[in-house]
């Protein structure tokens, strides 16, 4: 039980998928503008995140046993194809969901951190419990750096930012801050004070 | 010409008296007796690194800032709290860059005085932690002739310091996390311990931020919510277990009475309502607590203010207060 609290943890705030390892860094500046859709962004990276994982299980459990040599190729395709079906299923079971998710399910589904998630997850040996819990912790760590980047986006609108830093610029030197910051937890936990 | 009968101005018509400039001296010259007192503990080279910082962020807000901005005297606040957070024997350029990042890309890059979302000193310090780590946590050991240099301080950018004849020491926050030792009690309010410049005396600091506090110009709640959850949480934890240790250690040690006081009470990067601070303060206690027992640092005042920089905004919007008349409304406050 410690240990899986502690892969969440780990996973969501100590090695924040954006903020310490700059993993699925173009929805965290592309879709950081509003926090309405960053949170939506944040709820389906969790979403295929979860998804993905249960996939790698399955495909290191069952099939790449045999050929370990087409993993990179077989996450990659059986990841975008299972995402691309779930949003169907979705669409048509809860139209509901379907919406708040929107656009960004098949966005991310050939994000850099859902490939990292799953490399991360063949190279620790996680099983299935763990996978899915490093999973969730890795979502939860990329919508808490999309909702913490939206509300300071927000808050810079009205700012009398200098011509060289408008936009993109800005952006980048407030992601490197949050990573400066984050830097703190670095080996929380890591060793049992 | 004579004077109209009646004047006819905008309100507010009750004025306090405060400026932005008089706010921003008061604190500089409130930070005076913290520099006399890093000095007479750390020599002339604590004069030369705080001068050092201050000069970088100076030169910078005088080179891009909008015109005038030198006198409000926030970039003098900026340049000496972050040279207060530096240890004595660093290298006057590292003091310097670090001065001018703060200013240049932790305000000039947000727009400048009262738009930045990190507080300029810390974000300075933090990326000079993260640029220098070695020079950032050698500490020279106390004592020593007034004029004698702590350190390698002419030493020239990108050449590796070097000073054989000075002698380091840990802080007494390192001296607990790797060691198990205690410090007295007494050194640390009176500061003499090993430690970066402005931090090592908890009793000067107290006194000169407990002035600021009674004149209104910061708002006392956030270090005494600070204060308050570092001891219950510090008292709690050495109930549990003799090993961590106790909340007189964890208050005076370290960084956390200049952060308190100084950092964690900026203007700009801390909440506007009374609740949001004391929620910021709270929030800073517990992180530091996290930081400093479980983590693999000894010391987290600095990260645990920029972390909860970064959640201002929320806890602007959770803790407006509702406008009077108004009923509460419901969904988005």
């Known amino acids: ?193 | 010409m004579k004077t109209p009968e009646l004047l006819i101005t905008a309100s507010p018509h009750l004025a306090a008296g405060d400026s932005t400039p008089k706010i921003m001296w008061h604190v500089v010259g409130s930070l005076v007796p913290v520099i006399a007192v890093s000095s007479w503990f750390f020599g002339i080279s604590a004069l030369l690194v705080v001068g050092a910082a201050l000069a970088g962020a100076l030169v910078t807000e005088r080179a891009c800032g909008q015109g005038g901005t030198l006198a409000d005297g926030s970039a003098a606040i900026t340049g000496i709290l972050l040279g207060l957070t530096l240890p004595a024997g660093l290298p006057l350029w590292m003091a310097f860059l670090g001065g001018a990042f703060a200013i240049g890309v932790g305000k000039i890059m947000f727009g400048g005085l009262g738009q930045n979302i990190f507080n300029p000193a810390l974000l300075g310090r933090a990326f000079l932690q993260a640029a220098f780590p070695a020079a950032l946590t050698t500490f020279p050991a106390m004592g020593g002739p007034w004029w004698q240099f702590r350190g390698d301080n002419f030493a020239l950018p990108f050449l590796s310091p070097h000073a054989p004849d000075t002698v380091t020491a840990a802080t007494a926050l390192g001296r607990m996390k790797f060691e198990h030792a205690g410090t007295p009690l007494w050194d640390l309010v009176l500061g003499s311990t090993p430690g970066s410049l402005g931090e090592t005396s908890g009793l000067v600091i107290l006194l000169c931020g407990g002035y600021l506090a009674l004149r209104n110009y910061l708002n006392w709640r956030v270090p005494a919510g600070i204060f308050a959850t570092v001891a219950v949480l510090a008292a709690a934890l050495h109930a549990i277990d003799a090993k961590y240790p106790d909340a007189t250690f964890m208050l005076f040690s370290g960084g956390l009475m200049l952060g308190a006081m100084y950092m964690a009470t900026d203007l700009v990067t801390t909440p506007v309502t009374n609740a949001g601070c004391w929620i910021f303060g709270a929030s800073v206690g517990l992180l530091v607590v996290v930081i400093r027992v479980w983590g693999g640092l000894n010391e987290g005042v600095m990260y645990a203010i920029l972390l909860m920089n970064a959640l201002v905004p929320y806890l602007n919007q959770w803790t407006e207060p509702r406008v009077f008349g108004l009923k509460p409304s419901r969904g988005r406050a």
């Open chain 1, 1 to 193: 039980m410690g240990d899986l609290a502690w892969i969440f943890f780990s996973a969501m705030v100590v090695n924040n998928f954006t903020l310490a390892l700059f993993l699925g860094l173009c929805p965290f500046m592309g879709v950081s503008g509003r926090i309405e859709t960053a949170l939506r962004m944040g709820l389906a990276n969790i979403f295929v995140l979860t998804l993905t994982s249960l996939s790698v299980w399955v495909l290191n459990r069952f099939v790449l046993e045999t050929a370990p040599y087409l993993r990179l190729i077989a996450f990659i395709v059986v990841i975008a194809s299972l995402v691309q079906i779930v949003e169907m299923v979705i669409k048509k079971v809860s139209p509901t969901l379907f919406r708040q998710l929107g656009i960004f399910l098949p966005l991310i589904t050939t994000n850099c951190a859902i490939l990292a998630l799953a490399i991360f997850t063949t190279a620790r040996g996680y099983g299935l419990v763990e996978g899915l819990v490093f999973a969730v912790g890795a979502g939860f760590g990329l919508a808490l750096a999309l909702v913490l980047m939206a509300s300071i986006r927000v808050n810079m609108d009205l700012a009398d930012v200098p011509g060289v830093a408008r936009g993109l610029a800005l952006v980048l030197v407030i992601a490197g801050s949050l990573s400066l910051a984050f830097m703190g937890f670095a080996g929380l936990l890591s060793s049992s004070g």
